[in-house]
């Protein structure tokens, strides 16, 4: 397993961030950490490939789920994306919120905080197939009070470059 964030994951990640930024705000915010708690809570749907999964590379799967194993910390220097990326601890969220939890009065202190954002994302480290031509990634978007997704992005490397070929969605709030 990689100890750290290569920069084909930066790239990738960059890539995913630009696509996913609904063009409303003037940076992104991003939690620091990444987000593993999904998939080490539901480590069976993507080790036992079936249903929307079913058809990835097995060792992509493999690869993704023990390179999230842990939490790692992002760095927005690496993160080329086309806005500015505000990197925030998941202890700046709760100061955020003041105690607020994801009350829509929590999430008024957020934009308070934040304004010109459009929440905060999570992602999680990206998986690969032994050959480094398919990658999947999970992005994890909150933006208000019961407003919320979380999605798996699967990329595909043609002539040379990551091409986004599948979102599967995971979770709405």
């Not at 919320?148 to 979770?171: Q, R, T, V």
Request: proline share 2%.
């Amino acid at each position: 397993m990689d100890e750290l964030i290569t920069t084909e994951e930066y790239e990738l990640l960059g890539f995913l961030l630009d696509y996913t930024d609904d063009g409303e705000s003037d940076y992104i915010v991003l939690q620091t950490e990444t987000e593993n708690g999904f998939i080490d809570e539901n480590e069976d749907y993507f080790k036992t490939p079936e249903g929307d999964l079913e058809g990835l590379d097995a060792g992509m799967l493999l690869d993704f789920v023990s390179k999230n194993k842990k939490i790692y910390n992002l760095e927005a220097k690496s993160l080329k994306t086309e806005k500015p990326v505000k990197l925030i601890t998941a202890s700046d969220l709760d100061k955020a919120f003041d105690g607020g939890g994801d009350s829509a009065t929590g999430w008024e202190a957020f934009y308070t905080k934040y304004p010109e954002s459009t929440g905060e994302t999570l992602v999680s480290r990206v998986g690969f197939n032994k050959e480094k031509t398919t990658a999947m990634v999970c992005l994890f978007g909150m933006h208000d009070y019961l407003c919320a997704e979380g999605n798996l992005y699967i990329f595909k490397k043609e002539k040379g470059s990551w091409e986004l070929n599948d979102i599967i969605w995971l979770w709405t709030a």
